[in-house]
């Protein structure tokens, strides 16, 4: 009697995309939103621009020109830093 050969596991896993160190970044460290960048600093989004125009703050924008930002950027802004 032969026995059946085992299936390839369905669906799978992806291959990782990023290293340990990137995960470990964007989860420590994560990109916000303008709204939810804006909800953190209990400010307006234009507001939140401004400080953006004016050097206060960086972002990165996306492909679209959305602005991102980094929760240690926004925390180094409230705690007065550079």
Known sequence: MELP?????R????????S?????RR?????????????ILN????????YTDQGKLRCTRTPGGHRRFRLSDLLEL???GP
């Open 27 to 39: 989860l420590l460290d994560p990109e916000l939103t303008l709204h939810e960048a804006s909800l």
């Open 11 to 18: 669906g799978g896993r992806r291959p990782f995309s990023e």
């Open 20 to 24: 340990r160190e990137e995960l470990i």
């Open 78 to 80: 409230v705690e007065g």
């Open 43 to 50: 400010v307006s989004k234009a507001t939140l621009r401004r």
């Open 5 to 9: 050969h085992p299936r390839p596991p």
